[in-house]
């Protein structure tokens, strides 16, 4: 119920500062905070220390998400597909938007009368400039159903925005430090690297003798691996078959219903009157997934199929073009090509192959380190990585020019942040004797070439990064700041997310 408050959330908190500042406020008197005021236990949900959302509070934050990604999405909103993303994220704004005001709190920040007065004026103000009080109360009853309900969110909504304006106030950054970050981030470097294989043993290192041993020494090593590779050895029965499919609306007419059986009839007659399947398909069936490849649905077992074509296919002899078998689909003309029957390897079986590929992938991994472990025994005596790479008989991979980014892309060898920041930190010419591991593979590196930004690339950008620094200088500090309530309420249990009390889990 809670794993998705434990995640970074500032993408969340980034939203929230994004949009506080999109939402009415209203003309009414301001009372104390609404908190606890005579809710049932079962109606909350979403909690935070003393702040409770129920139903009517959580659909109104979703509307506002699902209302905004439908202006963003257009045709491409889907509303079930969102539905569960919906509601997890209206549920973390729920939370975000009470640590915010209880860190407001916390330093002393407040909402005055005037305030929420100053804020309804533009959105409710006749031609005379007055509130227009009619206008506002059928809003706030439409709305929020009360003016205490709505009184309580505006206040929400006024804190975090002050909060946001106190951290702002700790965000400076100077033209100096975007300048430099802008260098950094166009700065590129060309770089040298010998990839070595750990997954490739030396021809003759795994012996029958040493499967043996290994066996008779470290056989839980060997059972581990098969009981992670259950469905390569223990394949239940596999069905391939082609079909054509007729498909019915749920909310058919009879009439229609009997003309979709009868196109499927007639598919049936023109199969086993002996044509091309896949000239069939392509003309009848509507199933645009598999109508291209006429028809085929490849292997599938059972559970991945609806049950009434899963038992047609399944009963069905290889060759046989079955009668229409009806889902909710439609109508299904279905003909099985190839059956394979259930098969269990038992580990007694597949035990010295799992032994072999073992000892294979550490004698690999070993090799790789001691040859690695020459080279860079080679740069600390003066020699490049280059040199000694080529002694050692491996072949560089040459880079073209690369700039820092977060993942460590590197081509040829994959995510490695942290070879990428030693060849950022190394001048042109300069080898490290780092052995880097990127995933089964180890590496080194040495820099070729360094090109450093002209001031006519950097100055143009240098105040859009400035903003970009400060957006994520605030964007630390609120985390900073929020982040360490979240974690103590959380601790303490006082956060709780029911959603399954607005009748979806």
Do not use: C
């Not at 041993?213 to 078959?241: G, N, T």
């Not at 006429?294 to 559970?303: C, Q, S, T």
């Amino acid at each position: 119920m809670l794993r998705f408050m434990r995640r970074g959330q500032r993408w969340l908190m980034a939203l929230l500062i994004g949009t506080v500042g999109l939402v009415f406020a209203l003309f009414i008197g301001v009372g104390a905070p609404l908190r606890r005021f005579g809710r049932g236990a079962g109606e909350i949900v979403v909690s935070v220390g003393p702040y409770l959302f129920g139903p009517t509070e959580f659909q109104r934050e979703r509307a506002r998400w699902e209302a905004q990604y439908r202006e963003a999405l257009g045709d491409g909103f889907d509303a079930k597909a969102m539905a569960q993303n919906l509601d997890t994220l209206a549920a973390q704004m729920l939370a975000n938007r009470a640590l915010m005001a209880l860190e407001a709190e916390d330093l002393g920040l407040a909402v005055a009368k005037p305030e929420i007065e100053r804020a309804v004026r533009p959105s409710f103000a006749g031609p005379d400039g007055q509130v227009d009080r009619s206008a506002f109360r059928n809003y706030v009853e439409y709305e929020y159903g009360s003016e205490t309900a709505f009184v309580r969110d505006q206040r929400l909504d006024l804190l975090a925005r002050k909060l946001v304006r106190v951290a702002n106030g700790q965000t400076h950054v100077s033209d100096g430090e975007a300048r430099e970050s802008v260098r950094r981030r166009l700065e590129s470097v060309r770089i040298a690297f010998p990839v070595l294989d750990g997954t490739r043993a030396p021809e003759g290192a795994v012996t029958d003798e040493a499967v043996s041993a290994f066996l008779a020494a470290r056989d839980a090593d060997a059972r581990k691996l098969y009981d992670e590779r259950k469905d390569r050895y223990d394949v239940p029965e596999q069905v391939r078959a082609r079909h054509v499919l007729i498909q019915v609306a749920s909310d058919v007419s009879p009439e229609a219903l009997a003309a979709a059986e009868q196109k499927a009839r007639d598919a049936v007659a023109r199969l086993r009157a002996g044509e091309d399947f896949a000239k069939v398909a392509s003309e009848m069936s509507d199933d645009a997934g598999s109508k291209a490849d006429g028809g085929d649905l490849g292997f599938f077992r059972r559970g991945q199929m609806v049950k009434p074509f899963e038992d047609a296919a399944f009963s069905q002899a290889p060759g046989e073009v079955g009668e229409p078998v009806r889902s909710n689909f439609g109508f299904h003309v279905i003909r099985v090509e190839e059956k394979k029957p259930a098969q269990l390897h038992p580990y007694e079986e597949v035990r010295q192959e799992l032994a072999r590929e073992t000892l294979g992938r550490e004698a690999g991994r070993a090799a790789a380190r001691a040859t690695a472990d020459q080279i860079a025994a080679a740069v600390r005596s003066g020699r490049s990585v280059e040199d000694a790479a080529r002694e050692a008989g491996l072949t560089l991979e040459r880079s073209g020019w690369l700039r820092r980014r977060p993942d460590g892309y590197v081509p040829g060898l994959g995510a490695a942040p942290e070879l990428l920041a030693v060849a950022f930190a190394l001048e042109p010419g300069a080898s490290s004797d780092r052995v880097f591991e990127v995933g089964d593979k180890l590496a080194l590196v040495e820099v070729l070439e360094r090109r450093e930004p002209t001031p006519e690339e950097i100055e143009p950008v240098v105040g859009a990064e400035r903003r970009a620094l400060e957006r994520q200088k605030l964007d630390a500090q609120l985390e900073t700041w929020v982040g360490a309530r979240r974690n103590h309420l959380l601790e303490s249990g006082e956060i709780a997310i029911h959603l399954e009390r607005v009748g979806r889990s």
